[in-house]
């Protein structure tokens, strides 16, 4: 059962949502240290936090609930050189970028969790979409939604957009049901964010993607997602960006 330990006052907006979070330990090659997750409601660090729920393992998370300045203030509390979200300190060492942060803790206290092996057929598929999330879907994404907030577009760039990044995990998910292969995997913890982003601030049109609509309902609907939720966004999307009003034309 999921227990918090939480911090007096925490359903207060403006109080620290410090929490520790408790759950059976998975068995793995070297037992789980203390992970502390540094975190914005709705942003990155989500990721982390649905991991350690998925993996069932303690971790401690910390933000401040409803205040985004409050929360950045305790990552750059840290003394780090590079304050971002997600940021993860396991025992004495602080680490960034939610793809490698997954990939340290499943390769160092979880082999053989929520990724296939590296001989299973889908193994680079799996690696593939892991770094696709940020390298060329996400930056792709936030960069014409800069663009496109700032000059409303009236036709298609002729280099890749959104639409064409977005239609590559379409064509995916027509064939199998997860971005691992044929069961749930870490790859799909990292694609969730973007293609949420790309949804959510209609980068694209939703209506013409209607795989990763389904898969996205699928992810959403498991109960570690759910945990994470309750855990890490209570009260919802907090300071939420707000959507294009006009994207070119599609070529669908």
Known sequence: MLRYIVAAGLLSLSACATQDVE???S????????????HLEGRRSERIVWLMEELGQPYKL??????????????????HEMPQVP?????????VES??????????????????????????????WMHYAEGSLAARLFSDYRAWRTNPPTQRSPLVDSEAVVQFAENHLEKHPYFGGDVFSAADIMMHFPLRVA???NLVDREQ???????????????????????????????NL???????????
Request: neutral net charge.
């Open 99 to 128: 793809g490698a942060i997954i990939d340290t803790i499943l390769n160092r206290y979880a082999p053989g969790q929520l990724a296939p092996a590296v001989d299973d057929p889908f193994y680079p598929k799996h690696q593939m």
């Open 23 to 25: 759950q059976p330990r």
């Open 199 to 201: 949804l959510g601030l």
């Open 209 to 239: 993607f209607p795989n990763i609509v389904a898969w996205n309902e699928k992810v959403e609907a498991r109960p570690a997602y759910r945990r994470m939720l309750a855990a890490a966004r209570p009260d919802g999307m907090i300071g």
């Open 87 to 95: 940021t993860v300190v396991i025992e004495d060492e602080i680490l």
């Open 62 to 79: 910390e933000y401040v609930r409803g205040d985004l300045r409050a929360s950045m203030a305790k990552v750059h509390a840290l003394g």
């Open 27 to 38: 068995v793995s090659t070297t037992a789980m240290p203390q992970v502390t997750i540094y």
């Open 242 to 252: 707000p959507p294009v009003e006009q994207r070119p034309p599609s070529d669908r």
